[in-house]
């Protein structure tokens, strides 16, 4: 490993060599003349050649000096604005999410709502993502979709979901109005791809055998699914806590109970351990809304 002079030798040199006078590059430093000089001195003795030459009532470089001096001065300052870089980071109020545009167009707008009236100084961005999360080290705070079998040490779930199977609440099967689970046998089923397993789990817990599940219309953002049915283009099984907004405003209803347990659940995982206090702040503020909203699911559902 090669050995480097301290940073404080370097620094006393510096400053003596732009003030020519250890006396003044001490009142910067805030240390004696004495400990500039001293300084100085063991810099010129790792380096093995003198780096000023000392007149009775003032200083001037030497050749090595004058050669040294701009790429020391150069380095000093590199260090000194990734310093302030880093400190800035640290202190910085901002806050930067990636979301699933699933949640993002559903729950998590009322939680930002809120955060931003409370916390009206930190600037949040967020980057809506559909399958993959953004580039990494680009957010604070990433959620993601994780299968229940996937989820990793440093995640945590923001609730247990469930699922439900909605359509429009003037949607028809032959004619008739769809309340009963058998009529899923001749209705029009819209396919979320990547969730096919949504309604094999539906029809497993509502008894039904032989579902079909080919043909029909296939999306792969539940945003769209939920559309569709909302359209009164079918009917559709997805996660309970995306449905909601649509059930409150009157355009998707639940025409039969469902109580299955979905396998893929929402997760939060943080980019640094070291968390900035506006991260912190919104990591609080969202993880008591996501129980506040798991409490109201379960009273709803």
């Not at 805030?30 to 810099?43: E, G």
Request: aromatic share 6%.
């Amino acid at each position: 490993m090669m050995h480097l002079p301290h940073l404080t030798f370097l620094r006393s040199f510096e400053a003596a060599a732009r003030h020519m006078s250890f006396t003044a590059a001490a009142e910067e430093l805030n240390c004696t003349q004495s400990a500039v000089s001293n300084h100085v001195r063991s810099l010129e003795d790792f380096i093995g050649r003198p780096l000023f030459v000392r007149h009775p009532r003032s200083l001037s470089l030497t050749e090595v000096g004058e050669a040294y001096l701009p790429a020391l001065r150069r380095a000093l300052q590199e260090i000194d604005v990734a310093t302030q870089s880093l400190i800035m980071q640290n202190h910085k109020r901002e806050v930067v999410i990636s979301v699933p545009v699933s949640l993002g167009a559903g729950w998590l707008p009322g939680v930002i709502k809120g955060f931003a009236e409370a916390h009206p100084d930190i600037d949040l961005t967020l980057h809506g993502t559909v399958w993959t999360d953004v580039e990494e080290n680009v957010s604070d705070i990433s959620i993601s979709v994780n299968h229940m079998d996937e989820i990793m040490p440093d995640m945590t779930k923001l609730w247990s979901e469930d699922l439900t199977l909605v359509c429009a609440p003037d949607y028809q099967v032959h004619g008739e109005a769809f309340d009963r689970a058998e009529q899923l046998y001749d209705a029009d089923l819209i396919q979320v791809l990547g969730r096919l397993e949504y309604w094999k789990l539906a029809a497993k817990s509502l008894g039904l055998r032989d579902l079909n599940q080919h043909g029909g219309l296939r999306t792969s953002a539940t945003n769209l699914a939920l559309e569709m049915a909302a359209e009164g283009l079918g009917c559709v099984v997805v996660p309970r806590s995306l449905a909601l907004t649509y059930i409150n405003r009157r355009l998707l209803q639940e025409p039969v109970a469902l109580n299955v347990r979905s396998p893929w659940v929402y997760c939060l995982r943080t980019k640094d351990k070291s968390l900035t206090p506006s991260v912190k702040a919104f990591m609080t503020w969202m993880l008591k809304s996501a129980e506040v909203f798991q409490a109201g699911t379960s009273q709803t559902g």
